[in-house]
T-cell receptor, first 117, second 111 residues
Framework: GAVVSQHPSWVICKSGTSVKIECRSL??????MFWYRQFPKQSLMLMAT?????????EQGVEKDKFLINHASLTLSTLTVTSAHPEDSSFYIC?????????????FGPGTRLTVL | SQQGEEDPQALSIQEGENATMNCSYK?????LQWYRQNSGRGLVHLIL?????REKHSGRLRVTLDTSKKSSSLLITASRAADTASYFC???????????FGQGTTLQVKP
């Protein structure tokens, strides 16, 4: 089946630093990738939709200058949390939609746990 | 904005019993999907039911969809301790194609 990886799986950083999270589709091409955020004991909230070769589309309330998304290839999207603060601590999950076949299913990565001290 | 509502929020049952979780949504959908998430881990896709389907089975899972009531249910039969996890429904919105997740049901199966 389709596999999506994320790197790193967890990261701890100091307040004010920037953190980059990678999302890769390992065995398929994905024109569209999605970034979600999940706070403890809550559901997943869509942050942005990332399309290869174009600017990401952000959901209402998500700061595009703080959460930089780059979708440079059909297998890689990156999310950079700039000037991270403790309130950005969360579980970040990406998903990828396959280029071929039906677009019903998003394949999810294992998530990245970000802790900002 | 989140459109999925799930109930119950938490469910505790004994091993061998059946577990039923419900999901309601607000807008027109292409499909509805159920996911499982173990604590602190990623999502596992369980089953997808399209808007023109009413019931679907996969192993011990049974999903129903009532588009007139904008609701779905997930039934796990003969539960096992390993089924302990959070379960989320997610709807793919017809107009945007985006997945909107429900708040989730935390299931505990006691051995």
């Amino acid at each position: 089946g389709a596999v999506v990886s994320q790197h790193p799986s967890w990261v701890i950083c100091k307040s004010g630093t920037s953190v980059k999270i990678e999302c890769r589709s390992l065995d398929f091409q994905a024109t569209t990738m999605f970034w979600y955020r999940q706070f403890p004991k809550q559901s997943l909230m869509l942050m942005a939709t990332s399309n290869e070769g174009s600017k990401a589309t952000y959901e209402q309330g998500v700061e595009k200058d703080k959460f930089l998304i780059n979708h440079a290839s059909l297998t890689l999207s990156t999310l950079t949390v700039t000037s991270a603060h403790p309130e950005d601590s969360s579980f970040y999950i990406c998903s990828a939609e396959a280029l071929a076949g039906g677009r019903d299913t998003q394949y999810f990565g294992p998530g990245t746990r970000l802790t900002v001290l | 904005s989140q459109q999925g509502e799930e109930d119950p929020q938490a469910l505790s049952i004994q091993e061998g019993e059946n577990a039923t979780m419900n999901c309601s949504y607000k807008t027109s959908i292409n499909n509805l999907q159920w996911y499982r998430q173990n604590s602190g881990r990623g999502l596992v896709h369980l089953i997808l039911i399209r808007s023109n389907e009413r019931e679907k089975h996969s192993g011990r899972l049974r999903v129903t969809l009532d588009t007139s009531k904008k609701s779905s249910s997930l039934l796990i039969t003969a539960s096992r301790a390993a089924d302990t996890a959070s379960y989320f429904c997610a709807t793919e919105a017809s107009n945007t194609g985006k997945l909107i997740f429900g708040q989730g049901t935390t299931l505990q199966v006691k051995p």
